[in-house]
C-alpha cells in the first residue's frame, strides 16, 4: 500500500481542494489529509478560521476522497508524518509553511512532490473568504 499525505486548513472548502485531493490520490493508494489545528491557523494566518477544527474535519470527509482524516499537531508539525509514514508528501501549489526540514521527517523512499493549481485566480481560499487568506 502507497501512502499520500497531504495537509491545509481547508476551511472553506472549494473545487480547488477537491482537485487537490483527487491529484494526491493519484500517487498512491491511500489518502492521509492532515487538517491543521485552530490554533496552528492562528499562528499561520493570524486569524481564527471561520470553521473550527472539528467542523473541518468533517468537511473534509464528506468529500469522501481521503482514507484517513487527521488532526496535525500544535507542537512538531512533522511529528505526524514521522507517524504515518507516508511514501508521498503532496503539497499544495503555494503551499510554504512547515516544509522546511520536511524531508528529515520522511523514511529514506519517500518522496516530496507539489500539486498543480486548479484555476487559482478563481478558487483559492484567500479569494473566496478574504478574511481568511
Known amino acids: ?3 499520500v499525505m497531504v495537509f491545509g486548513t481547508f476551511d472553506v472548502l472549494h473545487p480547488g ?3 487537490m485531493l483527487k491529484e494526491a490520490k493519484e500517487y498512491g493508494d491511500y489518502l492521509v489529509v492532515v487538517v491543521a489545528r485552530d490554533s496552528t491557523v492562528e499562528q499561520v494566518k493570524r486569524k481564527k478560521p471561520l ?5 473541518r474535519i468533517k468537511n473534509v470527509q464528506t468529500l469522501n476522497l481521503a482514507d484517513a482524516v487527521l488532526l496535525g499537531y500544535e ?3 512533522h511529528r505526524i508524518v514521522a507517524e504515518e509514514k507516508p511514501q508521498v508528501v503532496a503539497l499544495g501549489y503555494d503551499q510554504k509553511f512547515f516544509i522546511e526540514d520536511l ?5 529514506d ?3 516530496i512532490v507539489r500539486l ?5 485566480e478563481k478558487y483559492k481560499s484567500s ?3 478574504p478574511d481568511q487568506d
Do not use: I, R
Open 51 to 55: 470553521n473550527d477544527q472539528e467542523t
Open 17 to 19: 481542494h477537491t482537485h
Open 116 to 120: 498543480s493549481p486548479y484555476f487559482p
Open 1 to 3: 500500500m502507497k501512502k
Open 109 to 111: 523512499d519517500a518522496q
Open 127 to 129: 479569494l473566496l473568504a
Open 75 to 77: 507542537d512538531d508539525k
Open 103 to 107: 524531508e528529515n521527517a520522511l523514511e
